[in-house]
């Protein structure tokens, strides 16, 4: 069957799966949790459209009270014979455990949506990692692991055709944030092929299978020990041919899609005696790093693991190259206590009943709570490996000091593809900043064949506090897991963090430097920070100011910024002609702030068109003349936790503390709130 067509469109990873979902279900009950929110928000918000379904019908979105009364929603609805789905992260998904195994000894078809988030243990975060995901291992079911936005859309479809030929009920995972909140230019899958895919006759399988009073069975008994082990077991042959149920529905998708997916997805040197073994978005950053090693001569490969559960040794096998010699398996969680973590111990044992025993396995951690992934770390495992040093057991990201698992790497190691465009915005959070940032992602994908990825990183505060808007967008498509490293652009939305924290810390040499600043274009170099002005000129940036604020006031759109930093950035990075940018921009302010009325609109707009001729370039004089002014974040009488832990933290330097300096229990002392005034209001 040829290849349908698709659409390219950017899109986010929760709206690309919402969007599938719900398309394909009758039922979606939800309760909200970060980061997978929105995909419950987009389900309700179709639905008060009116929005159809395949079937023509628009689903019924109900919202519980708890993750476990939408658990306990989603089974009943199930039983009733309708397709029924949620969304769900951390701890919401371990609420939903008691009906999970009881969907699954079932043999209930559904699909559960996760935005794998960070299991609550000695502190709560609501940042990515699998902790959530292998929380659930032994509940039956099926566990499909997407890379990326795009794999995120196509495996929830293929998902629901597999779980509706095999019975068994899915989990389709991915991480939380740098999957879920990522916005990517995808290939959106169209109604067309989500209508193939679906296979008719298991849909009215699991219809029938309803308990109703015309066609009457018992289920959901109570058994003695002389029917519970047989009855266990019984199940076995759903879970023996789901594996190949997955791979099939995989082809029917290639078939309708032109996209290919395997189980176990290989790529690298073909004659590989390393290979890097994960799931989810850290994929994106050793399948980046690939090529250098390859320019090394180096032979090394990477192995995607998609179908976690039922994990099938067979398809394992197949696709690690015959002449490996060592495994290098990462996970994105930790158990204490164990031998090794989840994935590790799956391969290990694979590898043993496989006959691969000569095979070598190392143990890393990497990536907990959204830390940071990148090729430069890749490149520190690899070579401490060749190096015969690298731990049987080891993390990678950190400097742990006191265990000593940690592998050191070099952080200036890059792998910027130069012919993207790459760009850093530094907002407050609720300025407007990450919405406008949203807009103009999603403007360059849809006005220009330019492939663009949007990735925002908000602060667990979230109003008022620093968010970070990291845009690319190039000729080739973007697979970059991980933050900018070397940027072309970067703008500061705010004047008072120059004090604060080194906006220019990542810009290249050459790149342009914009700023919202009260003072203007001939007298703001004397008020910048002697940092800020010694990296201008290091680096020989181009330089940009604008007075936001005051154009946001003289409109009557008090201080939110975007839209007129938002048309700066436009201009100053030429990326589309001034006319179809301002067109776009207009465009974009009726559809966000439609809602709230036409004076609303009507101000945006003018804030528009007052932006270009107040956006003035500063002639950089020839030295630096602010005297050197490091900025002290506590004051020197703070306690010795403050001085040393809690100043770091509001330093921005979080990432610099080692293992001996973190409380092992989480417990932090009290008191510290009185030292975090940040000082950032433009107004006091």
């Not at 992602?441 to 220009?448: A, L, N, V």
């Not at 990326?575 to 004076?599: D, F, H, M, N, W």
């Not at 609109?601 to 007052?610: C, K």
């Not at 490091?630 to 330093?651: C, I, N």
């Amino acid at each position: 069957m040829p290849a349908a067509s698709s659409k390219k469109v950017a899109m986010d990873g929760n709206e690309a799966v919402a969007r599938i979902a719900y398309a394909v279900n009758d039922v979606i009950a939800i309760y909200p949790i970060t980061p997978a929110s929105p995909m419950g928000e987009w389900s309700d918000m179709w639905a008060s459209q009116a929005k159809p379904n395949v079937w023509g019908h628009v689903p019924h979105i109900v919202e519980m009270q708890s993750e476990a009364g939408a658990a306990g929603a989603v089974h009943g609805s199930l039983q009733a014979g309708a397709l029924t789905t949620t969304f769900t992260a951390s701890q919401g998904l371990l609420l939903m455990i008691p009906n999970m195994y009881k969907i699954a000894g079932e043999l209930t078809p559904m699909v559960m949506h996760v935005a794998a988030r960070s299991v609550a243990t000695h502190a709560l975060s609501i940042f990515g990692d699998q902790s959530d995901v292998m929380s659930v291992r032994s509940t039956g079911f099926a566990l499909l692991a997407s890379n990326s936005v795009q794999e995120a859309m196509d495996m929830a479809l293929i998902a629901q055709r597999a779980t509706l030929e095999s019975r068994v009920p899915f989990i389709h995972f991915f991480d939380g944030f740098r999957t879920s909140h990522e916005i990517n230019k995808i290939d959106v899958v169209d109604k067309a092929c989500v209508q193939e895919m679906l296979p008719e006759a298991a849909v009215y399988a699991h219809r029938n299978r309803a308990l109703s009073p015309d066609n009457p069975v018992l289920r959901g008994t109570a058994q003695n020990p002389d029917a519970f082990f047989q009855s266990r077991e019984a199940c076995n042959p759903f879970y023996l041919s789901c594996p190949e149920i997955v791979e099939s529905s995989m082809q029917r998708f290639a078939g309708l899609s032109g996209r290919n997916y395997q189980l176990f997805e290989y790529s690298g040197d073909e004659n590989a005696e390393v290979v890097f073994v994960l799931m989810g978005s850290g994929v994106g950053a050793i399948k980046e790093t690939l090529p250098h090693f390859h320019a090394q001569g180096k032979q090394v490969g990477c192995l995607a693991v998609r179908l976690y559960r039922p994990f099938s040794i067979t398809h394992f096998i197949a696709a690690l190259p015959q002449s490996v010699k060592t495994l290098v398996v990462l996970d994105r969680t930790k158990e204490p206590g164990s031998v090794g973590e989840p994935l590790y111990l799956d391969i290990v044992s694979a590898l043993q009943e496989g006959d691969r025993q000569s095979v070598k396995c190392f143990g890393g951690r990497y990536g907990l709570s959204s830390k940071e992934f990148t090729p430069a770390m890749v490149k520190g495992i690899l070579e401490t490996l060749e190096a015969g040093k690298l731990p049987k057991h080891f993390t990678i990201g950190i400097h742990d000091d006191v265990t000593h698992t940690s592998v050191a790497f070099d952080k200036s190691f890059h792998l910027e593809d130069k012919d993207t465009v790459r760009a850093l915005f530094y907002g407050l959070g609720s300025d407007g900043t990450v919405g406008a940032n949203k807009n103009t992602i999603k403007i360059i994908g849809e006005k220009t064949d330019l492939y663009t990825q949007g990735y925002f990183v908000y602060d667990s505060k979230k109003a008022g506090s620093i968010t970070v808007s990291h845009l690319r967008f190039g000729p080739k498509p973007i697979d970059s897991s991980y933050l900018i490293q070397e940027a072309n652009i970067v703008a500061c939305h705010q004047f008072p963090f120059l004090e604060k924290i080194d906006v220019l810390e990542t810009i290249q040499s050459g790149g342009i430097f914009l700023l919202n600043s009260p003072h203007d274009a001939a007298s703001v170099w004397e008020h910048l920070p002697h940092k800020v002005q010694k990296t201008i000129l290091d680096k020989q940036l181009t330089f940009y100011v604008i007075d936001a604020f005051k154009i946001a006031k003289e409109v009557g759109m008090g201080n939110r910024i975007n839209t007129i930093m938002q048309t700066c950035f436009f201009a100053v990075s030429n990326i589309l002609p001034e006319a179809t940018v301002i067109a776009e921009i207009k465009q974009a302010i009726k559809k966000t702030y439609g809602k709230r009325g036409l004076s609303v609109i009507e101000r945006n707009n003018q804030a528009v068109d007052l932006t270009l001729e107040n956006l003035h370039q500063v002639q950089v004089p020839k030295k630096v003349t602010a005297h050197s002014n490091g900025h002290r974040w506590v004051p020197e009488s703070a306690p010795d936790f403050v001085q040393s832990v809690t100043s770091k933290f509001l330093a921005g330097r979080g990432e610099d503390l080692p293992v001996s300096a973190m409380p092992v229990d989480g417990t932090y002392p009290t008191g510290t709130a009185q030292y975090e005034r940040r000082g950032i209001a433009d107004e006091v």
